[in-house]
């Protein structure tokens, strides 16, 4: 076997593409898109070397246009869940033994697939099934993912070099990262195609055996993906795409002696739910299974009065109502000094009256369709008790149909009331509200703001007093995991802004980072004597000299 000790290319951010009008890309993914719509799709489960057809299909739909079919998927039940725990466990010894760089191959291919042939295809894919509009698609399923897959493999160089600093004269220590012992469920959300495809390949990377179930309104990227991952060499076993309800996924799984870990982003409630079950089978595991989760956000914008209003008020656009509201960063709770709010407010209501809302394929759009009909449910349940609260006024949108498509417009809610249930529940869409406070009462919103929330993932501040800026950064340390400064508090870059949250939000574990690989991986430390002491007894247990 070949030995050395390998650079990887050094990562670089993927470059956005603009899609502008004319441009070759634009005309490009309006042709994926267009063949996505005409094109019914018959979706396997990818267990082993096994595409396995159950004959129980479920419809993909698009949000924006639910009486269309994409295709459909076939669901499973418990069997496939426990056929593709076997088939993890089976691929563990050869992909754990596999070299390093050969792994990192598979994955720095995959990222450049992306990159060329399979971008378009990946991007109407996550327009098409999740309702992203370009841009938000360009950035999630193509540039993030890209970079994921790219600085992962850094990480992991970085990981496997770190070593003791020091071996004494006749000793030679020196650490070794096994992947953990048993196999890994990965259990991804909706809403970025990046996370479905970082949080298994950043466990596989690391040696790891997986056991994918992605959201049912991902699986038409997620079936993208797994042709990724093959047609990049992945081995078949070690990383299992399945389609079963996650009641009936977790009764399998954590109820199996080789779960080894978590790697989790969705609500609050069912990761909690999910480390309760873990904690009463503890005893049923070979090893202490690594809980891995990033999950709600109640995140917040602080508008100081010394802040520019203009930048303000965009941050709170972009923040708000980029994709619909529906990222785990996007600002649902404003507070906006009484002095700003006249000047802001206008800006606001400027903006979104140029603000476009409907299906991806009119790219003129800025909102599209939230992502099923129980989230519709919610948010025009949420915004018709604000509209006849008598603590709250709704000076935006408030307008809903689900007749076509399951549209929400941009609806801004203000508030009296600082702990109104808009101001503390995730609602997960377009739906914002704003709490004005007196401009001397700046510490005291600072207060509110850490407070008001169980949560803790993403909040920004504006302003351009130094003082008011450490002011915040200091009282809101425990509020945010991430953290902004005079802009959005979306838009986390993989390498620039490693994501996640505390309280409520998460473990922190930050994925775009080496802190979230090192969770994937179990340390041993050797210890090699070049020549063994020979006698037990130490100089002090001879005898005085006479």
Same mark, same amino acid.
Not at 32 to 40: C, F, G, R, T
Not at 129 to 158: H, P, W
Not at 260 to 277: N, P
């Given at each position: 076997?070949?030995?050395?000790?390998?650079?990887?290319?050094?990562?670089?951010?993927?470059?956005?593409?603009?899609?502008?009008?004319?441009?070759?890309?634009?005309?490009?993914?309006?042709?994926?898109? %267009?063949?996505?719509?005409?094109?019914?799709?018959?979706?396997?489960?990818?267990?082993?070397?096994?595409?396995?057809?159950?004959?129980?299909?479920?419809?993909?739909?698009?949000?924006?246009?639910?009486?269309?079919?994409?295709?459909?998927?076939?669901?499973?039940?418990?069997?496939?869940?426990?056929?593709?725990?076997?088939?993890?466990?089976?691929?563990?010894?050869?992909?754990?033994?596999?070299?390093?760089?050969?792994?990192?191959?598979? *994955?720095?291919?995959?990222?450049?697939?992306?990159?060329?042939?399979?971008?378009?295809?990946?991007?109407?894919?996550?327009?098409?099934?999740?309702?992203?509009?370009?841009?938000?698609?360009?950035?999630?399923?193509?540039?993030?993912?890209?970079?994921?897959?790219? *600085?992962?493999?850094?990480?992991?160089?970085?990981?496997?070099?770190?070593?003791?600093?020091?071996?004494?004269?006749?000793?030679?220590?020196?650490?070794?990262?096994?992947?953990?012992?048993?196999?890994?469920?990965?259990?991804?959300?909706?809403?970025?195609?990046?996370?479905?495809?970082?949080?298994?390949?950043?466990?596989?990377?690391?040696?790891?055996?997986?056991?994918?179930?992605?959201?049912?309104?991902?699986?038409? /990227?997620?079936?993208?993906?797994?042709?990724?991952?093959?047609?990049?060499?992945?081995?078949?076993?070690?990383?299992?795409?399945?389609?079963?309800?996650?009641?009936?996924?977790?009764?399998?799984?954590?109820?199996?002696?080789?779960?080894?870990?978590?790697?989790?982003?969705?609500?609050?409630?069912?990761?909690?739910?999910?480390?309760?079950?873990?904690?009463?089978?503890?005893?049923?595991? %070979?090893?202490?299974?690594?809980?891995?989760?990033?999950?709600?956000?109640?995140?917040?914008?602080?508008?100081?009065?010394?802040?520019?209003?203009?930048?303000?008020?965009?941050?709170?656009?972009?923040?708000?109502?980029?994709?619909?509201?529906?990222?785990? #960063?996007?600002?649902?709770?404003?507070?906006?000094?009484?002095?700003?709010?006249?000047?802001?407010? @206008?800006?606001?209501?400027?903006?979104?009256?140029?603000?476009?809302?409907?299906?991806?394929?009119?790219?003129?759009?800025?909102?599209?369709?939230?992502?099923?009909?129980?989230?519709?449910?919610?948010?025009?349940?949420?915004?018709?008790?604000?509209?006849?609260?008598?603590?709250?006024?709704?000076?935006?949108?408030?307008?809903?149909?689900?007749?076509?498509?399951?549209?929400?417009?941009?609806?801004?809610?203000?508030?009296? @009331?600082?702990?109104?249930?808009?101001?503390?529940?995730?609602?997960?869409?377009?739906?914002?509200?704003?709490?004005?406070?007196?401009?001397?009462?700046?510490?005291?919103?600072?207060?509110?703001?850490?407070?008001?929330?169980?949560?803790?993932?993403?909040?920004?501040?504006?302003?351009?007093? +130094?003082?008011?800026?450490?002011? +915040?950064?200091?009282?809101?340390?425990?509020?945010?995991?991430?953290?902004?400064?005079?802009? %959005?508090?979306?838009?986390?870059?993989?390498?620039?802004?490693?994501?996640?949250?505390?309280?409520? #939000?998460?473990?922190?574990?930050?994925?775009?980072?080496?802190?979230?690989?090192?969770?994937?991986?179990?340390?041993?430390?050797?210890?090699? #004597? *070049?020549?063994?002491?020979? @006698?037990?007894?130490?100089? /002090?247990?001879?005898?005085?000299?006479?």
């Amino acid at each position: 076997m070949i030995k050395g000790f390998f650079n990887v290319p050094a990562p670089i951010n993927e470059p956005v593409l603009a899609y502008a009008p004319g441009s070759k890309e634009r005309e490009l993914l309006q042709a994926a898109l %267009k063949s996505a719509y005409q094109n019914q799709l018959d979706i396997p489960m990818y267990i082993g070397a096994q595409e396995i057809r159950t004959g129980n299909l479920k419809p993909l739909t698009p949000p924006h246009n639910h009486k269309h079919i994409l295709g459909h998927f076939h669901q499973g039940d418990a069997s496939h869940v426990k056929l593709a725990i076997d088939a993890a466990l089976a691929a563990k010894a050869e992909w754990e033994n596999l070299a390093w760089e050969h792994r990192a191959a598979i *994955f720095l291919k995959a990222a450049d697939l992306i990159a060329g042939p399979y971008r378009n295809e990946l991007l109407a894919a996550t327009m098409a099934g999740q309702s992203k509009n370009a841009y938000q698609a360009e950035i999630d399923a193509a540039c993030e993912l890209i970079d994921f897959l790219r *600085f992962n493999v850094k990480y992991m160089t970085e990981i496997y070099s770190q070593q003791p600093p020091v071996s004494p004269s006749g000793v030679w220590n020196r650490v070794e990262q096994r992947p953990l012992e048993g196999f890994i469920f990965a259990l991804t959300p909706f809403n970025f195609t990046a996370i479905a495809g970082n949080l298994p390949t950043s466990a596989a990377m690391m040696g790891n055996v997986i056991v994918w179930k992605p959201a049912n309104t991902q699986i038409y /990227s997620a079936q993208v993906l797994m042709k990724v991952f093959k047609e990049a060499g992945l081995p078949d076993g070690v990383i299992n795409l399945i389609y079963v309800s996650g009641p009936v996924a977790g009764d399998v799984i954590f109820d199996h002696a080789d779960f080894a870990g978590i790697h989790f982003t969705g609500s609050t409630g069912v990761f909690q739910d999910i480390w309760k079950t873990i904690g009463t089978n503890i005893h049923k595991y %070979k090893t202490y299974p690594r809980i891995v989760g990033e999950t709600g956000g109640k995140d917040f914008i602080l508008v100081h009065q010394s802040a520019n209003a203009k930048a303000a008020a965009t941050a709170i656009v972009r923040g708000a109502f980029e994709y619909q509201g529906q990222k785990c #960063s996007a600002a649902s709770r404003v507070y906006i000094a009484a002095s700003l709010w006249p000047e802001i407010k @206008d800006s606001i209501l400027a903006d979104l009256a140029t603000i476009k809302t409907g299906p991806v394929e009119d790219f003129t759009n800025f909102v599209n369709a939230v992502i099923n009909e129980a989230s519709f449910d919610l948010l025009a349940d949420a915004i018709e008790k604000a509209r006849n609260n008598e603590s709250t006024e709704i000076i935006a949108g408030g307008k809903y149909d689900k007749s076509a498509g399951y549209f929400i417009e941009p609806t801004i809610i203000v508030t009296k @009331d600082p702990k109104y249930a808009t101001m503390t529940q995730e609602l997960f869409g377009p739906v914002l509200t704003v709490y004005i406070y007196e401009d001397d009462a700046f510490a005291e919103t600072l207060e509110l703001v850490d407070q008001t929330s169980v949560y803790a993932l993403t909040g920004a501040v504006m302003a351009t007093d +130094a003082y008011a800026i450490q002011q +915040a950064s200091v009282a809101l340390r425990n509020a945010a995991g991430n953290f902004y400064i005079n802009d %959005k508090c979306t838009g986390a870059v993989v390498g620039q802004q490693p994501f996640g949250g505390a309280r409520a #939000s998460g473990t922190n574990d930050k994925a775009g980072s080496m802190i979230n690989l090192l969770r994937w991986v179990s340390p041993r430390t050797i210890k090699e #004597s *070049f020549v063994p002491a020979q @006698d037990y007894r130490y100089p /002090s247990f001879l005898p005085d000299l006479k």
